[in-house]
């Protein structure tokens, strides 16, 4: 399980690239809003934020995976999930 410090870590650079990605300004993001009925994210971007996520911490989401992620909370919760892998 990754500690404490290092899952703060991922959760920032998470919220940096889905704010960089939606233009949503990090202060304003919520972890618990919907990217598509909240923060307006379309398909292409949510495609985006999966691709940029898959690149900064070199995992690969499972394709069958992609459609469960709804929120940034749901991004947080896999991506540990695969770094304990």
Do not use: H
């Amino acid at each position: 399980m990754p500690k404490v410090k290092d899952a703060g870590a991922m959760r920032k650079g998470i919220r940096k690239l889905i704010s960089d990605i939606s233009e949503i300004p990090e202060k304003e993001l919520k972890d618990d809003a919907k990217f598509a009925e909240d923060m307006g994210v379309d398909s292409m971007k949510a495609l985006e934020i999966v691709a940029a996520v898959e690149k900064k911490f070199k995992v690969a989401i499972p394709e069958e995976q992609i459609p469960t992620i709804r929120s940034p909370n749901d991004v947080y919760e896999l991506i540990e999930k695969l770094l304990k892998k």
